[in-house]
């Protein structure tokens, strides 16, 4: 099977920097996903790793471990907006399929 | 594209009603998969198909629960009966799967709510 885990709830400043872990155990690792869910919405694609490093995407960067099991998503310049849940996913599994971790609800506070 | 369209957004009924959520996916997208979401268990998967075919049912809760791709461009999960238990918000959402990121798009759900 699969095990996600990661923070339950992180609150930052706004303009700030944030930086939200999510640690897995899977057998056939196929890919690792971030999602940004808002309040009464639904996920939405952040970012995929596959390989080791670092992937920026402007405000947004993600990081992959995969001898670690280990990723980590970065916010930078935080704005009000970015309040959301932010979800890790794990691609594998004897199905290869997408398996959630439980979310990190993240507060972007003045 | 309009992306993926649920139906209905939200359902309030009684326990031991039947309940039929409808999903269009994405056009050109040949996985379907049907999500469950609660403040307790967070987004599990109840099935997915490829090319209409049911790939993984394991996540399916129990009997009560259906679920039919009968063509590209559609699928139905059923509750028969629904328990209160069943509240939540369902999401279904497609991918294009071949090689390189599966990356799902979300629909905007069905919030369910069984008294």
């Known amino acids: 099977g699969q095990n996600i885990d990661q923070p339950t709830e992180m609150t930052a400043t706004e303009g700030a920097i944030v930086q939200i872990n999510c640690t897995y155990q899977?057998?056939?690792?196929?890919?690792l996903f971030w999602y940004q869910q808002h309040a009464g919405e639904a996920p939405t694609f952040l970012s995929y790793?596959?390989?080791?490093g670092l992937e920026e995407k402007g405000r947004f960067s993600s990081f992959l471990s995969r001898s670690k099991g280990y990723s980590y998503l970065l916010l930078k310049e935080l704005q009000m907006k970015d309040s959301a849940s932010y979800l890790c996913?794990?691609?594998?599994?004897?199905?290869?399929?997408?398996?959630f971790g439980g979310g990190t609800r993240l507060m972007v506070k003045p | 594209d309009a992306g993926v369209i649920q139906s209905p957004r939200h359902e309030v009924t009684e326990m031991g009603q039947e309940v039929t959520l409808r999903c269009k996916p994405i056009?050109?997208?040949?996985?379907l998969f049907w999500y469950r979401q609660t403040m307790m268990r967070g987004l599990e998967l109840l099935i997915y198909?490829?090319?209409?075919?049911?790939?993984?049912d394991s996540g399916m809760p129990e009997d009560r629960f259906s679920a039919k791709m009968p063509n590209a461009s559609f699928s139905t999960l059923k509750i028969q009966p629904s328990e209160p238990r069943d509240s939540a918000v369902y999401f279904c959402?497609?991918?294009?799967?071949?090689?390189?990121?599966?990356?799902?798009?979300f629909g905007a759900g069905s919030r369910l709510t069984v008294l």
């Open positions: 198909f490829n090319n209409n075919v049911p790939i993984d």
């Open positions: 959402a497609s991918s294009s799967r071949g090689t390189g990121a599966n990356v799902l798009t």
């Open positions: 899977t057998s056939g690792f196929n890919g």
């Open positions: 056009s050109g997208h040949n996985s």
């Open positions: 996913a794990v691609n594998g599994g004897a199905g290869n399929m997408l398996t």
């Open positions: 790793n596959v390989l080791d």
